[in-house]
């Protein structure tokens, strides 16, 4: 092909790999124009036809000079691609990180067919140097975090060469990673009584019809105390024997008053001179009666005995 100086110079003549197409139309200005084939880029265009004097076209055609021909032989030079931002999806946005977990991602592929090959993500965690992890042919990627229990911040690009995608960033908590603790069981919360102002004791009013004295309660019932047995009755029991029947006197001694502080066992309510206490009831009239026989009888062998030893002394 021609060089810039072809016109000063005859010998200004360049060399290159290319392809012809007598499809495409192209024009001046057109050079350095990529030629693309669906997502693949193919070359760049180099020459075309040129129109007669009188703006003529005797034959379209446009070439153009292959792509990795052109890179071979300028060092130092890419190809500028279209990359897609990585995505996370592992752990979900929200969750918690555990150090040394493995943290995975995609780049997605649209508009492209494919993700460029040859493509990384370049990894920035907060306070460290970048570094770069590779990108399968299916974008994924992934790298292990740090072993660190502090918040996980970190950016991620795709790169390609000295294609950038553009960052996105990233923020994951630390789990809980201490021994776990016991789950308290809930208890159901407690009402705190109101404090009550303190309210008067009654007055007792004298039942009516309409307000009745209410009942007392019953006492509970007690274990009876065992009762002692009543004591023996220490008078002496009378006599069973028959008493031998005496002759009453032939004359009735005069009575004489009864002493003081003596009881009366009579079945009357005589209190006789010397204020004599009542003591006694009816029932006691048989037993007087016995003590009074009793007596009398030994007033009488008195007598007798006493009247037997003066005779026997003369």
Same mark, same amino acid.
């Given at each position: ?171 994951? &908590? ?5 021994? #776990?603790? @016991? %789950?308290? +069981? =809930? /208890? !159901? *919360? $407690? &009402? ?5 102002? #303190?309210? @008067? %004791?009654? +007055? =007792? /009013? !004298? *039942? $009516? &019809? ?7 309660? @019953?006492?509970?019932?007690? /274990? ?91």
């Amino acid at each position: 092909m021609p060089g810039p100086d072809y016109k000063k110079n005859a010998n200004d003549i360049r060399a290159f790999d290319g392809f012809l197409s007598y499809g495409v139309q192209s024009s001046g200005g057109d050079s350095g124009g990529p030629y693309l084939s669906g997502n693949y880029a193919l070359g760049t265009h180099s020459a075309g036809d040129t129109p007669d004097a009188n703006g003529n076209v005797v034959q379209n055609f446009a070439v153009a000079a292959t792509l990795r021909d052109s890179l071979a032989v300028l060092p130092g030079y890419q190809l500028e691609l279209f990359l897609n931002k990585p995505a996370i999806t592992a752990p979900a946005p929200g969750e918690t990180y555990k150090p040394g977990q493995v943290l995975s991602g995609q780049v997605p592929a649209a508009p492209a067919s494919a993700v460029a090959a040859g493509s990384s993500v370049r990894i920035t965690i907060q306070g460290k140097d970048p570094f770069d992890v590779p990108v399968d042919a299916a974008g994924k990627w992934s790298f292990t975090a740090p072993q660190s229990a502090d918040t996980l911040r970190f950016t991620a690009e795709t790169v390609n060469g000295f294609s950038r995608s553009g960052v996105s960033s990233f923020e994951f &908590a630390a789990a809980t990673t201490g021994p #776990p603790t @016991a %789950t308290p +069981t =809930p /208890t !159901a *919360p $407690t &009402a705190t009584p109101t404090p009550t102002a #303190p309210t @008067a %004791t009654p +007055t =007792p /009013t !004298a *039942p $009516t &019809a309409s307000n009745p004295v209410p009942s007392s309660p @019953a006492p509970a019932p007690t /274990t009876p105390a065992p009762i002692a047995p009543a004591p023996a009755d220490p008078s002496p029991a009378l006599p069973t024997e028959t008493p031998a029947v005496v002759p009453p006197p032939a004359a009735s001694p005069t009575p004489s008053a009864p002493p003081a502080d003596l009881a009366n066992t009579g079945g009357h309510d005589d209190r006789g001179a010397g204020g004599l206490a009542y003591t006694g009831a009816s029932g006691l009239i048989t037993a007087a009666a016995w003590a009074a026989g009793a007596l009398a009888v030994g007033l009488l062998l008195m007598v007798l005995v006493r009247r037997r030893n003066r005779r026997a002394s003369r």
